[in-house]
């Protein structure tokens, strides 16, 4: 469940989304999402996904934000972490501070062999900056194949 918490955490960098993902939050997070794109598309256990959001930041993303990531299964609470959001973008091109300027971030990751395939998880996100400002909100499915 691992890849969860980190596809979820690039994932919800959006206030909305084209893959099925929609905005939870509210017009005074700081994220606005322009798109979001992953490959492969859908996304394949144990291979490489890469994550692609283009937006704007409207406050920077300090050290000591955060991020709450949950998965549900029919309803069903299967997964709730909540982790450092920088820490989780350390390895990537914009590691924290992230400013105002960056309007483009990807990351690829290789997921699991463990995740099951054919299983649609409801992913939800909530990031929180270190002034407990909200950077942004966002939900949706998600399904894995082989």
């Given amino acids: ?20 993902f929609s905005s939870c939050g509210s017009s005074t997070d700081s994220f606005r999402l322009g798109s979001i794109s992953y490959t492969p598309n859908p996304p394949k256990v144990g291979q490489n996904l890469c994550i692609t959001l283009n937006g704007s930041l409207t406050k920077p993303v ?42 483009s971030v990807t990351q690829c990751i290789t997921v699991p062999s463990n995740v099951p395939a054919g299983v649609s998880l409801t992913l939800k996100a909530v990031a929180t900056n270190a002034d407990a400002s909200r950077i942004f909100c ?7 194949s082989n």
């Fill in 138 to 144: 966002i939900n949706g499915p998600l399904t894995f």
């Fill in 62 to 103: 300090t050290t000591g934000s955060t991020i709450r990531v949950t998965a549900t299964f029919w309803g069903i609470n299967v997964y709730d972490q909540t982790a450092d959001l920088c820490a989780g973008l350390v390895g990537g091109a914009n590691p924290c501070p992230i400013p105002t300027t960056t309007t």
């Fill in 1 to 20: 469940m691992k890849f969860i918490a980190t596809a979820a955490a690039l994932i919800a960098l959006a206030s909305s989304a084209t893959a099925a």
